[in-house]
């Protein structure tokens, strides 16, 4: 079975860009979550997806947005992007809502100049 | 409010000691999930077990074992043996209710040859 996929896995863009990562979660699982993890912040929830529908959302500007399709796999847009948004972007998939086990893909990392 | 304390940021130890992770959880909810996490160099994280709250029997898998002891909000991790393939980030981390997973500031094990 394969892993999450996350793509691409190293970005550079300049102040003021945006960008969109994807994520393909495992096969059958039907629940995305994206994390930014940064050295000052940690590991910070951004959002959840469950049947292309936005269950949960952290506490992030209104610049990061995602979606999911109707096949599990996601996206996540930062509009206007900033120094600060400097980052590993990580996604997690599991099989439902609840507190199923989540497996998380390598991650994109996103260096802003 | 929902918290993961680990107050660990950075652990060396020599091959073959045993380490211990400490965990520190917070949250109001009867019904709750703990994770633990590892990240390795490559940057994603690797599930390494979770718990509900109303399973209190420690576990054992190896060189693994982990203590929950739900008397002092505490879900410990001890490798015993160390080696070297060890070295990495190890994350606690709290899901409860409709909240998204919470993790720790993550614990930084250096395991000397």
């Known amino acids: 079975k394969a892993g999450v996929t996350q793509t691409p896995r190293y970005l550079i863009k300049t102040r003021g860009q945006q960008v969109t990562l994807s994520c393909s979660p495992i096969?059958?699982?039907?629940?995305v979550s994206w994390y930014q993890q940064t050295p000052g912040q940690g590991l910070q929830f951004l959002f959840e997806y469950f049947s292309e529908t936005q269950r949960n959302k952290g506490n992030f500007p209104g610049r990061f947005s995602g979606r999911q399709f109707s096949n599990s796999r996601s996206e996540m847009n930062v509009s206007t992007l900033e120094l600060g948004d400097s980052a590993l972007y990580l996604c997690?998939?599991?099989?439902?809502?609840?507190?199923?086990?989540?497996?998380f893909g390598q991650g994109t990392r996103l260096t802003v100049v | 409010a929902q918290k993961v304390t680990q107050a660990q940021t950075e652990i060396s130890v020599v091959e073959k000691e045993d380490v211990t992770l400490d965990c520190v959880y917070e949250t109001r909810d009867t019904t709750y999930y703990l994770f633990w996490y590892k990240q390795p160099p490559s940057g994603e994280l690797v599930f390494l077990i979770r718990?509900?709250?109303?399973?209190?029997q420690n576990e054992i898998s190896g060189r693994y074992s982990w203590n929950f002891q739900k008397s002092t909000s505490s879900f410990n991790f001890t490798i015993t043996a160390s080696q070297v393939v060890d070295s990495a980030v190890y994350f606690c981390a709290l899901a409860a209710g409709n909240n998204d997973m919470r993790f720790g500031a993550g614990t930084r094990l250096t395991v000397k040859p």
């Open positions: 997690a998939s599991s099989e439902s809502r609840g507190r199923t086990e989540a497996f």
């Open positions: 096969s059958g699982h039907r629940s």
């Open positions: 718990r509900n709250s109303f399973d209190e």
